[in-house]
């Protein structure tokens, strides 16, 4: 990892010392945030340590990771660490958390931060003992040295002396490496837990203000329809009710949900659409290809020449593959709290970019950004889908009416249908192998869904990999790791096509191709623990074995899996997993382990299930009863390996855990019933 | 407008309410009591999970009206007096939680398996759980949590 122009610096604050650590982002790694990244670190008088980040508590763990890489740095138990995040008064503006960003830039940010305050106490208790700080060492937050003891708690108390080292701030502070942790490293239950399982944690959509009232938006009854008039008075005679529009929004506030939902439905019953034509999902593939914006210049990753390569291929093979829309589904829908106060707006929220929903605040109602704070609590459960700020907006305006503070929370069917979509994919793929059964030719083009893990890990002479952009049809945003799920799924059921026509298994034909050994190795541990050589010449009828792997965001996963496929029904049933992964040194096994669990099996869902569907502008299955997420009959018998690389940067893993499942599946059902599968969800015919 | 008298948590509560609001919208903006989630209104996912009369509901299609007179227990009444109920002390130890929204539910829909099955075998955990969804399908470790309370009950009993 590169460290050029990092820098820290020590600034006296309220009550303590604050060291403040920074880092450039690169222009991909900025989105919606500032130009660099910064961790402050607070050293109270009372010892206790405070961590300030603008990264945000998904579920993801990051509020304990962050916790445990202070802790790590400064000797003193995790106890002794405490962390805000997302709150955009206190915090600094560290962009979005995404990307699986937190572990590889704000953990190592943290760890310098704390590094730092450590070496201030070093050379502060030296002065104090008149020793050499080298000679010393903080142990449990202390130097002690000739029965004496200095500790973080003196240090915040004296700034004086602190401010003498000011100026003398190491530059080159070293961090503790991986081989050493005492923290890190180590298997840590989240930190929140407690409040999590006594219910006793407000998650935004459990924020309660004095004299809040709760709001309902009017939603059109379709994708592009426009309001054309809509009378407010019913409502407005309603006691206690404030019906708002301002424009196309429409919406009613009132003390309870209930009286909001019927002073809505009489708004509702008044309102007059203009509606507008829209695309259905029976027709999407072929939408999809027909709008391709081919006249833009493609993101393309090209090797060799794939004409030649093509025409000088001895057997060549061709395929494509669908990928439908998908919805996150978080269990909490969208929601916030806003309350406005001497024109000042705070509102409590979930989303993954605390920062650019204060700017999309401040803009839309016209006031300076530090007239507004956002803060993030922890909240449930994001997976890419919550980078926006739509029911902050929607509360601040209807409390910016009411004159009090509202709760806006989306219902599922409004989570459904009015948050953003994983994109849906068409890719073609075409190959070719040459006289001794290597690729020696690769064109890969997706359309529409995008470009992570784009390109193959695989070595082949020529290649082009390309993303054409198109026209959605609905509206598409990100969503865990990205067009990775779908490009590995693509790659990943073609690889085996390939396997099959050069008549080599398929993990040989891909140990044959990858020269990335650490992908080597976890293909490696999963076909050895899952016992794949024995088990795919092992033919039992209805029983498929299949596998998978891939690369994305620095990390390396393989999957195999074996299904059973009923013969008369066709159901298809995932019986068995075993899945290894490694993303560098492990900063928390046991949220790493959730991690992955938790990316295979909501992988299931759009592997056997999940698929949007729309028709007239209308979603026909926004229902947890007809869009059927995984549930506890999907578990399968799941194994998961861990590869601990104390030599390697740690990577984030809340995302590359997710893209082997589908076409591991994929392939171990063309195991079972000789046939191909070329779109997701996976629907085993016949065999 | 009527006026609802409610058993919750132990305790009696009096609620002036429309009588068909559903039990949930009354436990979360009457009463405070916000650790019992809203995740579908419909009845399909579980997170609105409480106990009447011992027995799992999904309150958002509950009304205030069916459940005056019941016993009801919600997350916020497992707990006694600082100590965890063992399942809440099994999803910590185990830490069956991610985002942590589907816990309260997933919490209570266990301490209703494990009285009717103290020594559940996998297929009555995956059954009786079924209805309760997790998004950040952290389904493996939920099923180890529920087995280490089954044992800790036992140990117990």
Redesign the interface.
Known sequence: MSTVNRREFLEMAGAGLLIVATAPLSDAQRGGGSGSLETRLHIGEDGFITVLSGKVEEGQGALTELAMAAAEELRVPLARVRMVMGDTDQTPNDGSTAGSGTTPRTAPLVRRAAATARDLLLAAAGRQFGADAGRLEVRDGAVQHAGKKYGYADLARSPELAAAYKEALPANTVVTPAKDWQRLGKPQVRLDIRELVTGAHRFPSDIVRPGMLYGRVLRAPSYGATLDSVDLSAAQKMSGVTAVRDGGFVGCAAPTTFAARKALATVSATAKWKTAEQPSSDELFGYLKQHAKLQERPQAQDRGSVQKGLAEARTRLKASYQVPYVQHAPMEPRAAVAEWQNGRLTVWTGTSNPASVRQQLAETFGIAQDRVRVLVPHFGGGFGGKHTGEAATEAARFAKEAGRPVSVQWTRVEEFTWAYFRPAALIEIEAGLDAGNAISAWDFTNYNSGAAALDTPYRIANTRARFVASDSPLRQSSYRVLAATANNFAREAFTDELAEAADKDPLEFRLAHLDNERMRNVLNAAAQRFGWVERRKKRRPGIGVGLACGTEKNSVVATCCEVEVNRTSGALRLLEVVQAFECGAILNPANLRSQVEGCIMMGVGPALREEILFKDGKLTNARFATYQVPQFHDLPKLDVILLDRKDLESAGAGETPIIAITPAIANAVFDATGKRVHSMPIRASRG | MATIRLSVNGKTRSVD??PE??LL?VL???L???????????G??G?CTVLLDGKPAVSCVTTVRAAEGRKIV???G??EGGT?HPV?QA???E?A????????GM?LQTVALLQNHPKPTDAQ??DG???????????????AAVRRAAAATGKKG
């Not at chain 2, 939680?97 to 309260?104: F, H, L």
């Open positions: 309410t429309e609001r559903p919208e979360r903006e009457d405070g009591l916000t650790g019992t989630k809203y995740g579908c209104g419909e399909q996912c997170s919600t997350i916020e497992l707990a965890l809440q999803f910590l130890d830490g939680v991610q985002c942590g929204y589907c816990t309260p919490v955990i995956v759980l079924n209805g309760n969804l997790c998004r950040c399908a952290d389904y493996q470790r939920i099923m």
